[in-house]
């Protein structure tokens, strides 16, 4: 995928998981890096089971970002302290 591609798709993927874990989003550069690099994690830890990691710009990908962005975010609060409502 080309990186404007990585761009939207991680910002897509991070606002879902923001709206998933605390029901309010991070930040336009918060998602968007939390959903890249949820992406990222998403497809290492799907790989670990054994199932497709991020595959193109499509919906398993997307669920795989999510995925990601929310263990990525759930981590987050838990080391900065902040409440999460998952």
Do not use: C, P, Q
Not at 27 to 54: E, H, R
């Amino acid at each position: 995928m080309s990186v404007i591609a990585w761009i939207v798709f991680g910002l897509i993927a991070g606002f879902i998981a923001s709206k998933i874990v605390n029901k309010s989003g991070e930040g336009t550069l918060i998602d968007i890096v939390l959903g890249v690099v949820g992406a990222v994690v998403g497809g290492f830890l799907f790989n670990l089971v054994g199932a497709a990691g991020v595959t193109g710009f499509n919906v398993w990908s997307l669920f795989v970002a999510v995925m990601g962005a929310v263990v990525l975010l759930v981590g987050y609060h838990a080391v900065t302290g902040r409440r999460h409502a998952l």
